[in-house]
């Protein structure tokens, strides 16, 4: 067993954890989540990808993971923008019908 | 090697007072309490942390920056905790109005 | 003296990709120019499109490696025929939209951010048309998602939220399954560009998954039957531009990258082609019963975009099935005839909604107002849809039930057949609303039924139309610098 | 036979933890619990990359994955009081059979995986031979900002339509009737909390700037540094309750620190084309500052990125705000 297994393992387990999650559970706040989850699992894929025994690693998949952590921020602010304003709606909604 | 022996000790102690004080979180009856348990224990531990670290890498430079991390560490830790604090006495007040 | 400048010498291939960056942050610091920002990077974009497609004319093949640096390690763009005929339906709708834009009068809310999203939109895009690279191509396509998201709430209904909403989170799935995929790739390969995988994929047990982790990313993100279910919503609630470059052009960037990878660069197995049909003809089904089903004019269109790229699918999985049968040019024909016309129909029905003030469809001939362009814009390109000579849409479907002749794979030429029926189904629903107007009398002479916002529509649609007659010319700039065969930009 | 390495018990562990804290997290009944739990998992998935060597992913998912998306997912939860839960879920059978094939795919990739020797030299030798014209002395960094500029080019721009989308949804909302978009009840306020401030603010801009200047040299950047600086943008928001200052020129100001890094990315890199080289072809002598500048600016507007994404709403216009003010109802 060498870390490169270990850590495979995880990064694919955690992607197929957020992967089903993300399709199953019933709030969306937590879906986001879930994706956030599975964005790690391809994320360790990558980082082993670029490991190597014994040191100096390969920066092209670091640069890459990088870039997709920005991504993914970015994505979930939108998706957690529009959470906040379909909460807001259904409030105001709610308040106009009595 | 007998100097090492040292650092790793008080390396060992910062994560003893570490243990401790997630037991607190954990056990303490209420949230003053836990407040109480996790930023002395935890400030102290990680303080022995830093020390033992910097001990061990011996470079003025390295210590340097680990002294800067465990200030701002525990002037956060301090401000958080009197945040915290302060926000749960209003809220208490509140219910006791109530 | 006239300064001369050496044409040639310019490198066009970032144009398309920074002019509109430019327009768009222009727009975005000076809210009040926004419009005038908008157009402008449109218009340089266009002609650097046009630039690189006389190149790819010539037979040129144009690329660059930016930076200077070659791959594996740098990014090259790169343009061919399929290149440039994406970039050439970039530039004709976005030019449309962006006119029919600035002809309405604006409004009250989300006006000036939607030129910096609609350009920001347009530089994603053409920078996925251009890249060889997978993980560039994943991250034009992350630009695309975003700035169409913001695009899509502009109306402010709490309908257009959730419809975003759900868009939003299908996008993203389909954006972590790709870059599993690319992870496994650069695990096996360590390489990123396009044209070094293509001599390498399939030699690593990976592959496979990795292959279906960016095949299903790309086919969410492009609504691909059974993972539609985001694309009704989020295109019948936007507004009517941001539904016809929603529906007419971002559904076309992850097909047309899915076509690169499938046909050009992964060798694709007799048994993925059927599975691409299988999925294409219940495409076809859905979203035609749906259509017919639909009770607003707006939804009956999004439900036929499910059903088009049911098409558009069933033509990939049969060039993939049947290389002989050699029907990638007739879906990519379907997809510009496909982009035309559902931007005319979206534009058209916008503007019908505008004057009859709603999309109803079973109340749409009880208006006095008669919006008489917009409907025969609308009627030209549902014709263009339903494919009747000689419009490009009856290109598309020729070449694929030719080459489905020539496979002998009947099943295929009946469920192409089959999705024509039902198109006619559909459409004739509004068609015959059109034709029967005249039941209610408004006062003569108290409106035109037209204004100039009709104008970007019509032409679509009259290009949808007639383009069918230039058919030969379109296939041979597909088959320029032949695209899928070589990958253009390959570095030995 | 050789005794257990270590370290290995140590990945074991530090692995089992991750996912469990992930499963914890995703299955946790309280919102709050939630996000706290994932901010955990992203602390730890970052020490498992340190373990990787891979550093500077490491810095970029404490400070943006854990850190960032953290404090986005507390601040919705603060908006939105709890989490709502969709009125259809998805039936039992449909889960039953989604949970089949993902695990079947798991399986599958996972075996395919471990099946699949890792590529032998990957990029390696490819950066290695590159360095010396790439004007940096850290290789990640001279992938991100030179050898393949352009895809970091376009991850800012990605940064910047999330701002414009996250400013379309705010305008969605009817103001007049909405709540506020504001954090009143978490403002930072009082003695203690302004000196911690008038500390940490300048600490923080201090360890962004250094982030972003130890780029050039070793694990940091402009990304990591922006994350840093954004954390004291968002301090600074909350000691005014979550809100932009109510001045005339924060508009202005803030549209311009957002466009800076695409800007002068894009400055440098269409001068590069202009000066004879290609778009983005640094000429190797000037590469250095070049870098640095572009870095310094896209750290800016990550900072300013972030913070906005935060706030998630557009700064009121002064006069708008002088109309409202009978109408607000914060303390």
Known sequence: MTPETIYGATGIALFAIGLYHALVLPSALRRIVALNVASVGAGFVMVIAAWRPGGGADPVPHALVITGIVVLVAATAVALALVRALHDADTTETDDTP | MIADFLWLGLIAAGLIFFAAGTLGLLRFPDLFCRLHALTKADNLGLALVALGTAGLWATPAAAMKLAVIWALVAVSAATSGHMIARHARRAWRQEDAL | ??????????????????????????????????????????????????????????????????????????????????????????????????????????????????????????????????????????????????????????????????????????????????????????????????????????????????????????????????????????????????????????????????????????????????????????????????????????????????????????????????????????????????????????????????????????????????????????????????????????????????????????????????????????????LVGFLRFDRVRGAVGEHQGWTLADGPPLLLAVTAFGAGLFATHIIALLAAGAPLGQLPGAMQ | MSPPDPYLLLDLGLAATILVLALAALRQRDSFTMAVVFILFGLLVALAWVRLDAPDVALAEAAIGAGVTGALLLRTLRHVGGERRDPAPVPRVVAGMLGLSVAGFATLGGLALMATPRHGTGLIPAVAARMDQSGVEHPVTAVLLNFRAYDTLLEVVVVLAAVMAVWAIDRTIDRAAAPLPYLPGVALRGPIAGAYLRLVLPALALIGAYLVWIGAYSPGGAFQGGAVLAAAGVLSALARGGRWPRTAATMPLLRGSLVLGVVVFTGVGIWAAVAGGGVLHYPPAQAKPLILLIEASVALSIAATLTALFLGHMPQPAARIALRKGTTNDT
């Open chain 3, 1 to 430: 003296m006239i300064p001369q400048i050496d044409l040639a010498a310019i490198d066009w291939m970032l144009v398309p990709v920074l002019a509109p960056l430019l327009g768009a942050i222009a727009g975005f610091v000076l809210p009040r120019a926004a419009t005038a920002a908008g157009m402008a990077g449109l218009g340089l974009s266009a002609v650097g499109s046009a630039a690189i497609t006389a190149q790819v004319r010539t037979g040129a093949a144009p690329s660059t490696a930016i930076g200077g640096w070659e791959p594996p390690l740098g990014i090259v763009l790169a343009a061919d025929g399929l290149t440039a005929a994406f970039l050439l339906l970039t530039v004709v709708l976005t030019l449309a939209i962006g006119t029919t834009r600035a002809l309405t009068p604006a409004p009250a809310r989300g006006a000036a951010i939607f030129w910096p999203l609609m350009l920001l939109l347009v530089a994603g895009l053409n920078g996925a048309f251009l890249s060889t690279d997978i993980f560039n191509i994943y991250v034009t396509l992350e630009v695309a998602a975003l700035a169409a998201v913001g695009l899509a709430v502009l109306t402010g209904s709490a309908a257009a939220l959730r419809a975003a909403l759900n868009y939003l989170l299908a996008g993203m799935l389909g954006g972590v399954l790709i870059l599993l995929g690319i992870g496994l790739l650069f695990h096996a390969h360590g390489r990123l560009d396009l044209a070094g995988l293509a001599a390498v994929a399939g030699s690593a047990p990976s592959d496979g998954i990795a292959l279906i982790a960016i095949i299903a990313g790309l086919a969410l993100k492009a609504a691909l039957f059974p993972l539609h279910a985001w694309l009704p919503a989020a295109h019948s609630n936007a507004q009517a531009p941001v539904s016809a470059l929603l529906s007419a052009l971002v559904l076309k960037a992850p097909l047309y990258v899915a076509l690169r990878l499938w046909v050009g660069v992964l060798d694709p197995a007799t048994a993925s082609g059927t599975v691409l049909g299988v999925m294409g003809a219940g495409a076809i089904l859905w979203g035609s019963v749906q259509a017919l089903r639909a009770e607003r004019l707006k939804l009956l269109v999004a439900y036929s975009t499910v059903a088009q790229v049911g098409l558009i699918s069933l033509a990939f999985g049969l060039s993939a099935a049947n290389p002989a049968a050699i029907a990638w040019t007739g879906a990519v024909t379907l997809m510009l005839a496909h982009g035309l016309a559902k931007a005319a129909m979206f534009m058209a029905a916008g503007r019908i909604v505008e004057e009859v003030g709603h999309d109803r469809i079973a109340e749409l001939d009880r208006s006095p107002r008669r919006p008489t362009l917009a409907q025969f814009s609308f009627a030209l390109a549902a014709i263009s849809l339903i494919g009747l000579p000689p419009t490009l849409g009856f290109a598309g479907k020729w070449q694929l039930m030719e080459g489905a002749v020539r496979a002998d794979a009947w099943i295929w030429l009946a469920m192409a057949m089959a999705g024509t029926l039902l198109s006619v189904g559909y459409l004739s629903r509004v």
